[in-house]
């Protein structure tokens, strides 16, 4: 993920913070969350000189990016846990 993509979904992410506080996301339809965030996408995408449609496909990419990658640090910290050899716990 290059910086402009990830200055890119941080600010969607921090936009959606104030937005959607309170609001449980399993339990909220993506249509509500979607029209709260569409000041800020509308933003970026005439900052970027593109579509609103765009704007979406992008931030979903780079989020599903996103969560790929923290996954995989994820497995990497738990598998590196059990790479500290036997422990023995005597009674």
């Known amino acids: ?5 990830r200055e890119f979904l941080n600010t969607i992410n921090e936009y959606a913070d104030k937005v959607l506080c309170g609001i449980d996301p399993q339990k909220t339809q993506v249509s509500y969350q979607l029209e709260k965030l569409k000041p800020i996408m509308e ?3 005439q900052k970027h000189n593109t579509t609103l449609e765009e704007v979406f ?4 990419d780079l ?6 990658e923290n ?6 910290t ?11 716990i005597h009674d």
């Open 71 to 76: 996954e995989r640090k994820f497995q990497n």
């Open 63 to 68: 989020a599903s990016e996103q969560s790929v």
């Open 57 to 60: 496909i992008r931030y979903m």
């Open 78 to 88: 738990v598998g590196n846990m059990g790479n500290y050899g036997d422990v023995h």
């Open 1 to 5: 993920m290059t910086a402009e993509d």
């Open 43 to 45: 933003e970026l995408a």
